[in-house]
């Protein structure tokens, strides 16, 4: 089911996961972009370890497009440990992705080493909300998405979610919002300097 999505979105494996590998081949295969999650960053980790494991969690799923922090922060935590998977992050090729966090520092960090990046809007399914409150939320990013030029979201891929992103997706949605892959948002949110 989650392989045919008639519209683009993205999808954040976890590399950790046994099947890290096939699953992030079998997302791209189906035409869709890749992102890494953050959750190969070990709790308590150092600036080296950061390296190191995103180092071996790029190699499981190469196809990334960019790295997105864990919902609790694995990547923001730690002011040495962001520097290390901004450059790790760099090294790649990869955008990157945080939840908001008080100024929303790993975006700007980001932006100044030149890495595209972009705070999310929110996960919109984080308390097991029902279809409907999800379509809400996603009423919610439409409408940050017209006043801020973009929004992305975040969201589990449970059936209700799946729901929710196929109703809100084919109806009555603004003509002026166009669902997009998560890396042309980034790119044009760094060509035109993050202010969008």
Known sequence: TLTEFSFPVAFAVDPMHPGAAERAAAYRDAGFEVLLLASAIPE????SDTEVALAAAMRRVPEAVALIDT????????????????GAAAGAGQGMLAFPRGLNTAEQMAAREGVPAATLFRLVDGDGQTAAAIVRQLGRAEFAAVQEGAAI???????????????????????GVAIAPVSAVLLRLQNEGGDA
Request: aromatic share 4%; proline share 5%.
């Open 44 to 47: 308590g980790a150092t600036a």
């Open 71 to 86: 919902p609790d922060g694995r990547m923001q935590g730690d002011r040495a440990v962001l520097e290390a998977a901004i």
């Open 153 to 175: 979201v975040a969201a589990r891929t449970s059936p209700d979610t799946v729901t929710a992103l196929y109703s809100w997706a084919l109806g009555n949605r603004n003509e």
